[in-house]
Nanobody, 122 residues
Framework: QVQLVESGGGLVQAGGSLKLSCAASGSIFSIDAMGWHRQAPGKQRELVAAITYGGRTNYADSVLGRFTISRDNAKNTAYLQMNSLKPEDTAVYYC????????????????WGQGTQVTVSS
């Protein structure tokens, strides 16, 4: 089991920035990827960004150029720096942990955090 604890959500005005953090603990040897998903009211959960231990990244088109995912492997912590926030970024953001591959460019997430609310006002 992998436990994930998120922090850093909040309320920000459009154009502002927030940084989310996600600390992993437990059976971390079983994972090689971490990611951030989000779910807005009435919408499906979507992948926002993901990163492997080796630094391979993947971003949703809607956040490309505005969000940056990073990780500190020594601390088993992933970060999501969100800049130029828009009202449409408002959602609950969930940290997830899992694996990349081994066949093709697939990301599989099996462990989830409790979620943190991000609200962007216009």
């Amino acid at each position: 089991q992998v436990q994930l604890v998120e922090s850093g959500g909040g309320l920000v005005q459009a154009g502002g920035s927030l940084k989310l953090s996600c600390a992993a603990s437990g059976s971390i040897f079983s994972i090689d990827a971490m990611g951030w998903h989000r779910q807005a009211p009435g919408k499906q959960r979507e992948l926002v960004a993901a990163i492997t231990y080796g630094g391979r990244t993947n971003y949703a088109d809607s956040v490309l150029g505005r969000f940056t995912i990073s990780r500190d492997n020594a601390k088993n912590t992933a970060y999501l720096q969100m800049n130029s926030l828009k009202p449409e970024d408002t959602a609950v953001y969930y940290c997830a942990a899992g694996n990349y591959g081994p066949y093709g460019s697939t990301w599989t997430f099996r462990s989830w955090g409790q979620g943190t609310q991000v609200t962007v006002s216009s």
